[in-house]
């Protein structure tokens, strides 16, 4: 069988009935191409000297670590020459980056944690990049971009995914029009497609969470992961969903 890597996906997106802007395909390949750099270095550990923390913390107050600050350049130096992007905004930064002046300016934003779950680094857990990509409000007229274009609707993304770099490192990406996940071929260096039209299961036994902050959440999430814990026996097990979930909640059979 004839792989598919994330270029030819892509091709074919530009070239199908939803016409994938080649901006948007260019933006993309750069992402995933930054993406391969970061999972290089999460791979090399202590033998790349990129363990520990910084004494800095991001905008959420969180103590940032030397991968952090690593991935966030790496994203920012990939995206910033390509002429395809108006701004980006990171986890790690204060406010936004607009593109240099020495840089062309394209029409879209990107919005990325450069790696989600850092506190993971130190104990060779799996870490992983989450970007988002909006288009500038059609009312820009060329001027720059302002904190106020990022915060729109999620349904007016252009598309979005995250990388994890684990035993395989994957990419799991959409466009807007199904989900689908590709692993990095190491030898050939390729992103390669090996899952399609990825969906939540109906039913599940296993489901993972952050229980640490139980303490926070939110009175509907507290009831709705009670609900799952309590498996078959439970009120979960006499409903469709979730009771007071949103309907995009997975069934929460668990045994």
């Not at 080649?22 to 990129?50: F, N, P, Q």
């Not at 993304?157 to 466009?175: D, I, M």
Request: charged share 20%.
């Amino acid at each position: 069988m004839k792989r598919k890597t994330l270029t030819q996906f892509l091709i074919e997106q530009q070239r199908g009935d939803r016409q994938l802007p080649a901006d948007v395909r260019l933006l993309i390949e750069v992402v995933a191409r930054a993406c391969k750099t970061i999972g290089h270095h999460v791979s090399k550990g202590a033998l790349g000297g990129v363990l520990g923390s910084l004494d800095s913390e991001n905008v959420q107050g969180e103590v940032q670590k030397k991968l952090d600050v690593l991935s966030n350049e790496i994203l920012l130096e990939a995206n910033e020459w390509g002429g395809n992007l108006a701004a980006m905004a990171s986890e790690e930064m204060d406010t936004i980056h607009p593109i240099p002046n020495a840089y062309p300016r394209g029409g879209y934003l990107l919005l990325f944690d450069p790696l989600d779950g850092s506190s993971n680094i130190d104990v060779n857990v799996s870490i992983g990049t989450i970007f988002s990509v909006l288009r500038m409000p059609e009312d820009a007229n060329g001027r720059e971009a302002t904190e106020a274009d990022f915060l729109q609707p999620g349904q007016k993304q252009v598309a979005a995914g995250y990388a994890v770099y684990g035993p395989q490192t994957v990419l799991v990406l959409t466009l807007g029009n199904g989900v689908f996940g590709f692993t990095l071929d190491r030898e050939m260096g390729s992103w390669v497609l090996t899952q399609e039209n990825v969906q939540i299961p109906a039913d599940t036994k296993e489901f993972a969470i952050n229980a640490s902050n139980m303490r926070h959440w939110a009175p509907p999430v507290k009831r709705y992961v009670d609900e799952c814990l309590a498996g078959k026996t439970g009120r979960a097990a006499r409903i469709s969903t979730c009771a007071g979930s949103p309907p995009w909640w997975p069934t929460c059979i668990a045994s």
